[in-house]
């Protein structure tokens, strides 16, 4: 079991930039990736980001310009760094960690959100 804790979130001005972190704990040496998802009120949950446990990343398109991931092993943590926030950007934004027994079995461990507020 991996267990994950958010922090970081915050209301921010529209422009603004926030530094999410989300540190994990429990089997971390089982992770193969982690990345971080955001729901939207009234929204699916949709994928924002991810990266390999040797520096592999992938984006959404909406954020590639502008969201960068990065993970720290030593303190099995990883990082969103926001930049240009939108409005739309506003959500609760979940981390997670997924571990691979196959390429088509794996399971996927939830942080508890943190909420990003972006103003206009």
């Known amino acids: 079991q991996v267990q994950l804790v958010e922090s970081g979130g915050g209301l921010v001005q529209s422009g603004g930039s926030l530094r999410l972190s989300c540190t994990a704990s429990?089997?971390?040496?089982?992770?193969?990736?982690m990345g971080w998802y955001r729901q939207a009120p009234g929204k699916q949950r949709e994928f924002v980001t991810t990266i390999t446990n040797r520096g592999m990343t992938n984006y959404a398109d909406s954020v590639k310009a502008r969201f960068t991931i990065s993970l720290d092993n030593a303190k099995s943590t990883v990082y969103l760094q926001i930049n240009s926030l939108r409005p739309e950007d506003t959500a609760v934004y979940y981390c997670?960690?997924?571990?691979?027994?196959?390429?088509?079995?794996?399971?996927?461990?939830w942080g508890q959100g943190t909420q990003v507020t972006v103003s206009s």
């Open positions: 429990g089997r971390i040496s089982s992770i193969n990736s």
């Open positions: 997670n960690a997924r571990t691979y027994y196959s390429i088509t079995n794996y399971r996927d461990d």
